[in-house]
């Protein structure tokens, strides 16, 4: 009886250690996930204040050049310059664009390093 009530207590404190190093885990995965989504954001503004900002001078920059030309070329050509202009405008605001998305989409995934850390976990248990 006393054998079976010690194996009982020393089954209940082991558990409870589990539980505890268990929790202690959890623990640590939380806030890795919390530094990196932290991280996650502040690459994203960092982004988007970019990209808004070089927008908005690209864009008035290229409406000052394309009025300068255009005011240069004799009344004749006008027309067509202002055609070409806004065709080589739209060729570079694509290639831009498919910049953008290139430079994106090599950029680590948000909880790259937790998953990683999670299927380690899972290997140990």
Request: net charge positive.
């Amino acid at each position: 009886m006393a054998d079976s009530l010690s194996f009982i207590t020393e089954l209940f404190g082991a558990v409870v250690r589990l539980g505890g190093v268990g929790a202690d885990l959890v623990g640590d995965r939380i806030e890795l996930v919390a530094l990196e989504l932290r991280e996650a954001k502040i690459r994203l503004v960092q982004a988007l204040m970019l990209a808004f900002a070089a927008m908005a001078l690209c864009f008035l920059g290229l409406a000052l050049l394309i009025l300068a030309v255009a005011l240069a070329l004799p009344p004749h050509w006008r027309l067509p310059g202002v055609v070409v202009m806004a065709g080589l405008s739209l060729l570079a605001g694509l290639w831009i664009y498919s910049t953008l998305r290139r430079r994106l989409s090599r950029w680590p995934l948000a909880f790259d390093q937790s998953l990683a850390e999670l299927k380690k976990d899972k290997a140990c248990f």
